[in-house]
T-cell receptor, first 114, second 115 residues
Protein backbone atom coordinates (compact mmCIF):
# COMPACT_ATOMS: atom_id res chain seq x y z
CA UNK A 1 0.00 0.00 0.00
CA UNK A 2 1.12 3.54 -0.71
CA UNK A 3 2.59 5.27 2.33
CA UNK A 4 2.97 8.66 0.68
CA UNK A 5 0.47 10.43 -1.52
CA UNK A 6 1.41 13.51 -3.53
CA UNK A 7 -0.91 16.37 -4.29
CA UNK A 8 -1.69 17.66 -6.85
CA UNK A 9 -1.36 14.82 -9.36
CA UNK A 10 -0.46 17.33 -12.06
CA UNK A 11 0.67 20.96 -12.00
CA UNK A 12 1.26 23.35 -14.88
CA UNK A 13 3.00 26.70 -14.32
CA UNK A 14 4.82 29.40 -16.26
CA UNK A 15 8.58 29.61 -16.20
CA UNK A 16 9.75 31.80 -13.33
CA UNK A 17 6.82 30.94 -11.08
CA UNK A 18 7.11 28.86 -7.92
CA UNK A 19 5.84 25.29 -7.78
CA UNK A 20 4.57 23.66 -4.61
CA UNK A 21 3.88 19.97 -4.23
CA UNK A 22 2.56 18.25 -1.16
CA UNK A 23 2.97 14.79 0.28
CA UNK A 24 0.91 13.13 2.97
CA UNK A 25 1.79 9.89 4.68
CA UNK A 26 0.18 7.53 7.14
CA UNK A 27 2.64 6.18 9.71
CA UNK A 28 5.55 7.51 11.72
CA UNK A 29 8.73 7.91 9.72
CA UNK A 30 12.48 8.13 10.19
CA UNK A 31 12.91 10.44 7.22
CA UNK A 32 11.24 11.60 4.04
CA UNK A 33 12.92 11.96 0.67
CA UNK A 34 11.98 13.69 -2.56
CA UNK A 35 12.93 12.35 -5.97
CA UNK A 36 12.59 13.66 -9.52
CA UNK A 37 11.97 11.58 -12.63
CA UNK A 38 12.41 12.95 -16.10
CA UNK A 39 10.39 11.25 -18.80
CA UNK A 40 11.81 7.84 -19.66
CA UNK A 41 14.54 7.99 -17.03
CA UNK A 42 15.21 6.63 -13.58
CA UNK A 43 14.52 8.57 -10.39
CA UNK A 44 17.06 11.03 -9.08
CA UNK A 45 17.36 11.90 -5.39
CA UNK A 46 16.73 15.57 -4.61
CA UNK A 47 16.65 16.06 -0.86
CA UNK A 48 16.16 14.23 2.41
CA UNK A 49 14.59 15.60 5.56
CA UNK A 50 14.77 13.77 8.86
CA UNK A 51 11.84 13.40 11.23
CA UNK A 52 13.40 15.83 13.71
CA UNK A 53 13.84 18.54 11.08
CA UNK A 54 11.17 21.03 10.04
CA UNK A 55 12.70 22.68 7.00
CA UNK A 56 15.56 22.09 4.63
CA UNK A 57 16.96 23.95 1.63
CA UNK A 58 18.99 22.87 -1.35
CA UNK A 59 19.51 25.44 -4.08
CA UNK A 60 16.07 26.38 -5.41
CA UNK A 61 14.41 23.60 -3.42
CA UNK A 62 12.77 24.05 -0.05
CA UNK A 63 11.26 21.13 1.81
CA UNK A 64 9.15 21.34 4.93
CA UNK A 65 8.01 18.53 7.18
CA UNK A 66 5.14 18.59 9.66
CA UNK A 67 5.16 15.30 11.55
CA UNK A 68 2.05 16.24 13.54
CA UNK A 69 0.09 16.47 10.29
CA UNK A 70 2.09 13.71 8.61
CA UNK A 71 2.76 15.92 5.63
CA UNK A 72 5.61 17.45 3.66
CA UNK A 73 5.85 20.02 0.93
CA UNK A 74 8.40 20.62 -1.81
CA UNK A 75 8.77 24.15 -3.12
CA UNK A 76 10.70 24.84 -6.31
CA UNK A 77 11.39 28.55 -6.67
CA UNK A 78 11.88 30.41 -9.94
CA UNK A 79 11.00 27.37 -12.00
CA UNK A 80 12.68 26.58 -15.30
CA UNK A 81 11.56 24.51 -18.28
CA UNK A 82 14.19 21.94 -17.24
CA UNK A 83 12.25 21.37 -13.99
CA UNK A 84 9.52 19.67 -16.03
CA UNK A 85 9.38 16.18 -14.54
CA UNK A 86 7.49 13.98 -12.11
CA UNK A 87 8.25 14.43 -8.43
CA UNK A 88 7.89 11.69 -5.86
CA UNK A 89 8.02 11.66 -2.11
CA UNK A 90 9.37 8.54 -0.43
CA UNK A 91 9.04 7.64 3.20
CA UNK A 92 10.90 5.28 5.41
CA UNK A 93 8.27 3.93 7.77
CA UNK A 94 9.59 3.64 11.27
CA UNK A 95 9.98 -0.01 12.13
CA UNK A 96 12.15 0.25 15.20
CA UNK A 97 14.76 -2.20 13.99
CA UNK A 98 15.74 -0.13 11.00
CA UNK A 99 13.94 -0.14 7.70
CA UNK A 100 15.36 -1.38 4.46
CA UNK A 101 12.56 -0.01 2.40
CA UNK A 102 11.38 3.26 0.95
CA UNK A 103 7.73 3.57 0.04
CA UNK A 104 7.02 5.90 -2.87
CA UNK A 105 3.95 7.93 -3.65
CA UNK A 106 2.37 8.11 -7.10
CA UNK A 107 4.00 11.40 -7.94
CA UNK A 108 3.16 14.91 -9.07
CA UNK A 109 3.68 15.65 -12.75
CA UNK A 110 5.05 19.18 -13.12
CA UNK A 111 5.00 21.00 -16.44
CA UNK A 112 6.89 24.29 -16.67
CA UNK A 113 5.86 26.29 -19.72
CA UNK A 114 8.58 28.48 -21.26
CA UNK B 1 23.05 7.05 -13.44
CA UNK B 2 25.57 6.44 -10.65
CA UNK B 3 27.26 3.31 -12.00
CA UNK B 4 24.10 1.25 -12.41
CA UNK B 5 23.22 -0.54 -15.59
CA UNK B 6 20.20 -2.62 -16.43
CA UNK B 7 19.89 -5.18 -19.18
CA UNK B 8 18.07 -5.54 -21.38
CA UNK B 9 16.65 -2.03 -21.70
CA UNK B 10 13.67 -3.24 -23.69
CA UNK B 11 12.15 -6.67 -24.02
CA UNK B 12 9.05 -8.12 -25.58
CA UNK B 13 8.18 -11.64 -24.54
CA UNK B 14 5.26 -14.03 -24.73
CA UNK B 15 3.02 -15.12 -21.90
CA UNK B 16 4.39 -18.16 -20.10
CA UNK B 17 8.04 -17.65 -20.97
CA UNK B 18 10.72 -17.10 -18.32
CA UNK B 19 12.44 -13.72 -18.26
CA UNK B 20 15.50 -12.56 -16.36
CA UNK B 21 16.42 -8.92 -15.89
CA UNK B 22 19.88 -7.97 -14.74
CA UNK B 23 21.04 -5.10 -12.61
CA UNK B 24 24.76 -4.41 -12.39
CA UNK B 25 26.44 -1.83 -10.14
CA UNK B 26 29.99 -0.59 -9.91
CA UNK B 27 29.49 1.35 -6.65
CA UNK B 28 29.96 -1.59 -4.25
CA UNK B 29 26.76 -0.60 -2.43
CA UNK B 30 25.36 -3.17 -0.05
CA UNK B 31 21.65 -2.71 -0.70
CA UNK B 32 19.90 -3.38 -3.99
CA UNK B 33 16.24 -3.11 -4.94
CA UNK B 34 13.88 -4.02 -7.74
CA UNK B 35 10.81 -1.84 -8.36
CA UNK B 36 8.12 -1.81 -10.95
CA UNK B 37 6.46 1.38 -12.14
CA UNK B 38 2.94 1.39 -13.53
CA UNK B 39 0.56 4.26 -14.35
CA UNK B 40 -1.69 4.97 -11.39
CA UNK B 41 0.44 2.94 -9.00
CA UNK B 42 3.69 4.80 -8.83
CA UNK B 43 6.77 2.85 -7.81
CA UNK B 44 6.30 -0.45 -5.97
CA UNK B 45 8.99 -2.59 -4.40
CA UNK B 46 9.26 -6.16 -5.68
CA UNK B 47 12.29 -7.57 -3.85
CA UNK B 48 15.36 -6.20 -2.18
CA UNK B 49 18.76 -7.45 -1.09
CA UNK B 50 20.76 -6.50 1.97
CA UNK B 51 23.85 -8.48 1.07
CA UNK B 52 25.16 -11.31 -1.06
CA UNK B 53 22.61 -14.13 -0.95
CA UNK B 54 20.44 -12.09 1.45
CA UNK B 55 17.13 -11.10 -0.09
CA UNK B 56 13.60 -10.42 1.03
CA UNK B 57 10.18 -9.74 -0.42
CA UNK B 58 8.67 -6.37 -1.07
CA UNK B 59 5.12 -5.24 -1.60
CA UNK B 60 4.46 -7.00 -4.93
CA UNK B 61 6.68 -10.09 -4.95
CA UNK B 62 4.23 -12.71 -6.25
CA UNK B 63 5.42 -14.15 -9.57
CA UNK B 64 8.98 -12.85 -9.12
CA UNK B 65 12.17 -14.30 -7.72
CA UNK B 66 15.61 -12.75 -7.24
CA UNK B 67 19.17 -13.82 -6.75
CA UNK B 68 22.33 -12.07 -5.70
CA UNK B 69 25.48 -14.19 -5.94
CA UNK B 70 27.84 -11.22 -6.18
CA UNK B 71 27.78 -7.75 -4.66
CA UNK B 72 27.52 -6.13 -8.06
CA UNK B 73 24.71 -8.18 -9.62
CA UNK B 74 21.04 -8.49 -8.69
CA UNK B 75 18.86 -10.60 -10.96
CA UNK B 76 15.08 -10.46 -11.21
CA UNK B 77 13.35 -13.50 -12.72
CA UNK B 78 9.81 -13.83 -13.90
CA UNK B 79 9.38 -17.61 -13.88
CA UNK B 80 6.38 -17.57 -16.23
CA UNK B 81 5.61 -14.11 -17.53
CA UNK B 82 2.02 -12.85 -17.51
CA UNK B 83 0.48 -9.79 -19.16
CA UNK B 84 0.05 -8.20 -15.72
CA UNK B 85 3.83 -8.07 -15.46
CA UNK B 86 4.07 -5.68 -18.39
CA UNK B 87 5.74 -2.72 -16.74
CA UNK B 88 8.86 -0.62 -16.44
CA UNK B 89 11.32 -2.19 -14.01
CA UNK B 90 13.86 -0.15 -12.10
CA UNK B 91 16.83 -1.31 -10.13
CA UNK B 92 18.13 0.86 -7.31
CA UNK B 93 21.07 0.73 -4.94
CA UNK B 94 21.89 2.35 -1.64
CA UNK B 95 24.91 2.46 0.58
CA UNK B 96 23.01 2.55 3.85
CA UNK B 97 19.66 1.66 5.28
CA UNK B 98 16.71 3.84 4.44
CA UNK B 99 16.23 4.34 8.16
CA UNK B 100 19.71 5.86 8.34
CA UNK B 101 18.87 8.24 5.53
CA UNK B 102 20.19 6.12 2.73
CA UNK B 103 19.26 7.71 -0.55
CA UNK B 104 18.67 5.38 -3.43
CA UNK B 105 20.30 5.61 -6.84
CA UNK B 106 18.28 4.34 -9.74
CA UNK B 107 19.18 2.61 -12.96
CA UNK B 108 17.76 3.65 -16.34
CA UNK B 109 14.96 1.08 -16.31
CA UNK B 110 13.86 -1.90 -18.39
CA UNK B 111 10.64 -1.70 -20.35
CA UNK B 112 9.09 -5.19 -20.43
CA UNK B 113 6.09 -6.05 -22.56
CA UNK B 114 4.41 -9.43 -22.16
CA UNK B 115 2.15 -10.29 -25.09
Amino acid sequence: SQQGEEDPQALSIQEGENATMNCSYKTSINNLQWYRQNSGRGLVHLILIRSNEREKHSGRLRVTLDTSKKSSSLLITASRAADTASYFCATDPYSGAGSYQLTFGKGTKLSVIP
Amino acid sequence: DAGITQSPRHKVTETGTPVTLRCHQTENHRYMYWYRQDPGHGLRLIHYSYGVKDTDKGEVSDGYSVSRSKTEDFLLTLESATSSQTSVYFCAISESLSAAGGEQYFGPGTRLTVT
